[in-house]
């Protein structure tokens, strides 16, 4: 199983980045996928997740508005789209992969997350 995140960088205020997530070894249609992320001395915090099949989308309130996660299924990869980014957005960012009883629904929880890549890092200057 492997999880492979890229795209991620240092963009001044107001900028923009896209992180990828190239998913390998294991069934990618059943898995929901997400985002987390983990800022100096702060906890792992989910960001954003998409459910199996694409159509239930979440996004933690500091980042609505801002973030769109969307998934190719051809491709096998997920990806964030981050938009507007403030300094308070930068941490290391990791993809996440879960199996769901449903393909509608997604976890938020750390502790349900099956795999885990192995982050991105993303600074944002002011």
């Known amino acids: 199983v492997q999880l492979q995140a890229s795209g991620g960088g240092l963009v001044q205020a107001g900028g923009l980045l896209r992180l990828s997530c190239a998913a390998s070894g294991f069934t990618f249609d059943y898995h929901y996928m997400g985002w987390f992320r983990q800022a100096p001395g702060k906890e792992r915090e989910g960001v954003s997740f998409?459910?199996?099949?694409?159509?239930?989308?979440y996004y933690v309130d500091s980042v609505k508005g801002r973030f769109t996660i969307t998934r190719d299924k051809r491709k096998n990869t997920v990806y964030l789209q981050m938009n507007s980014l403030k300094p308070e957005d930068t941490a290391v960012y990791y993809c996440a992969a879960g199996r769901s009883r449903t393909r509608y629904t997604y976890s938020l929880n750390r502790e349900d997350v099956d795999y885990w890549g192995q982050g991105t890092q993303v600074t944002v200057s002011s």
């Open positions: 998409v459910s199996a099949n694409g159509e239930s989308t």
